[in-house]
């Protein structure tokens, strides 16, 4: 064989393994396409499986929770410590919001988990002083705005307290406690101005003032009622303040001081 022949082979065999090697580049780069886009199927089902599982089934889970609680609450099964004979007086007292309505959220600070830790600390005062207290709610449920009210009138409270906090985003340096009555409730009225006359006379909390309101519960009642806005979320000093145990436990006494020298007429 001649050396020119060599060389015409050995450019054939550089040829034919140059086209063997784009083959091969080729087959592999379809085949990662392939297994990548099988992977993105893959993981497609995947996420939508646990956004099924997780939030959907859990929502479901939280929504028929909720149910239950509140038909528990509204038809009476609560324990009572003190019966309504041995009670001087009666008091509903409503943690605004619950379950899947937190209020209003501003940062790590949730409107429903502070109105349910001053209600919780104002039942303990209260039943101190002989006063027989229904709550709305003792846990994070979810109950109706109609179903609370409906409790207030079918126990025919003495008085109906509702707690909130407030907020406002037009100015944030806004800050203090505030109390709202049904507009045409002259006992309401008197509850209102009682609660704010006492934390200006005793100056632990900053208080507002008192004025009618149109919320639903107000309208509704048919007992005396108050809804409370223990403060701003809205205003940073007085936020760090409502999610401190020791400021919640001042609003719970003060509250409660206003409560018993509104029932006591003094």
Do not use: W
Request: proline fraction near 2%; glycine fraction near 8%.
């Amino acid at each position: 064989m001649t050396d020119r022949k060599k060389r015409i082979r050995r450019k054939r065999r550089k040829k034919e393994i140059k086209k063997i090697k784009r083959m091969v580049i080729a087959y592999s780069v379809r085949a990662l396409a392939v297994m990548g886009l099988a992977l993105m199927v893959i993981l497609m089902i995947c996420g939508c499986l646990y956004i099924y599982e997780h939030v959907f089934q859990k929502r479901n889970v939280q929504e028929a929770n909720a149910y239950y609680g509140a038909l528990a609450h509204v038809e009476g099964k609560d324990k009572e410590t003190l019966s309504r004979a041995e009670a001087r007086y009666t008091l509903v007292l409503d943690a605004g919001h619950g379950g899947n309505d937190g209020g209003t959220e501003e940062g790590s600070a949730v409107e429903k988990e502070i109105n349910l830790a001053v209600a919780l600390k104002m039942k303990e005062l209260l039943e101190g002083e002989d006063i027989r207290v229904i709550l709305t709610r003792d846990t994070d449920i979810y109950v109706g705005l109609d179903e609370r009210v409906q409790l207030a009138n079918k126990e025919n409270a003495d008085l109906f307290v509702s707690l909130h906090c407030n907020y406002y985003d037009k100015d944030s340096s806004v800050c203090g406690l505030e109390c709202y009555y049904p507009k045409d409730s002259e006992r309401g009225k008197y509850y209102g101005e009682k609660l704010i006359r006492e934390m200006a006379e005793r100056k632990n909390i900053t208080p507002r003032n008192a004025k009618p309101g149109n919320y639903h519960i107000l309208r509704n009642a048919q007992v005396p009622a108050v809804l409370v806005e223990m403060g701003y979320l809205s205003n940073y000093g007085e936020r760090k303040e409502l999610m401190s145990g020791e400021y919640q436990e001042k609003l719970a006494i003060e509250l409660v001081n206003g409560i018993l020298k509104g029932f006591q007429g003094t």
